[in-house]
């Protein structure tokens, strides 16, 4: 058993900017091929494509609408829309509101495999159905902004490079503020209240990211892991 430690300060960066271009997508109704809704999507190309073998932070809003609820889904797709390759990543409801008012959300994404888009797919109600828009298509159309879009950096190659026969990490035990978003075997996990995150030889870790928040120009939240491999 060794043990080491990670400050937050061992690390100038902890996420990779990338470009989600904004687009839409066509989205036939079930009930007639001449009804057709209007979804928003982040489309990726070239180095900005998502792949299985990283993990993305996405931060994006959503307008409120004044009369109506917005539930969505959030999902990775390819360009060609075809239903049997996206992976759903969450579920969400913005409430109705004062349309001035936009609604954030942070995630974390680990694809299953290769995806070229990002889609926000609303679920339709009967009120879409009388809704006509100017070019067409019917039915509400969100209006999403895209915050960030970023690959995780994994700090187990950093690890690696620092403490000699380091292959994985069996207890970790993190300080840092409450809502420190993290990344630990693609999944999203966050520091709760106490301000401490513990794992204790129950999984064997291999990946390991952060996403902390800038709290003033050039310097981001501090945190600390304290580790055992």
Same mark, same amino acid.
């Given at each position: 058993m060794n043990i080491g430690q990670f400050r937050r300060t061992q690390?100038?960066?902890? #996420?990779? !900017?990338?470009?989600?271009? $904004?687009?839409?997508?066509?989205?036939?109704? $079930?009930?007639?091929s001449e009804i057709v809704f209007k979804d928003i999507c982040g489309n990726l190309s070239g180095a900005n494509v998502m792949n299985n073998k990283h993990s993305y932070?996405?931060?994006?809003?959503?307008?409120?609408? +004044?009369?109506?609820? =917005?539930t969505f889904q959030l999902k990775i797709k390819n360009a060609s829309n075809s239903d049997t390759n996206?992976?759903? &990543?969450? !579920?969400?409801?913005?409430?109705?509101? @004062? #349309?001035?008012?936009?609604?954030?959300f942070e995630?974390?994404?680990? $694809?299953? +495999?290769?995806?070229? =888009?990002?889609v926000w797919t609303l679920q339709r109600t009967v009120d879409d159905y009388n809704i006509v828009n100017y070019d067409g298509t019917y039915g509400r159309v969100m209006d999403i902004s895209i915050t960030s879009y970023a690959q995780i950096i994994d700090i187990m190659d950093y690890l690696k490079s620092q403490y000699s026969g380091l292959e994985y990490l069996? !207890?970790?035990?993190i300080q840092g503020p409450t809502g420190l978003?993290?990344? &630990? @075997?693609?999944?999203q996990i966050r520091v709760g209240r !106490?301000? &401490?995150?513990?794992?204790?030889?129950?999984?064997l870790i291999?990946?390991?990211?952060?996403? $902390?928040?800038?709290?003033?120009?050039g310097t981001l939240e501090y945190f600390l892991m304290d580790f055992v491999y």
């Open positions: 690390q100038q960066s902890y #996420i990779t !900017s990338l470009t989600a271009t $904004p687009g839409t997508v066509l989205v036939e109704s $079930p009930t007639s932070y996405l931060k994006f809003g959503v307008r409120r609408l +004044a009369a109506y609820d =917005q996206e992976q759903v &990543i969450e !579920s969400y409801t913005v409430k109705k509101g @004062n #349309i001035t008012d936009v609604v954030y995630v974390v994404i680990s $694809p299953n +495999a290769e995806y070229n =888009q990002i069996t !207890s970790i035990g978003l993290m990344c &630990i @075997n693609g999944e !106490s301000g &401490i995150y513990e794992i204790d030889n129950e999984m291999t990946s390991i990211g952060f996403v $902390p928040k800038e709290i003033s120009v």
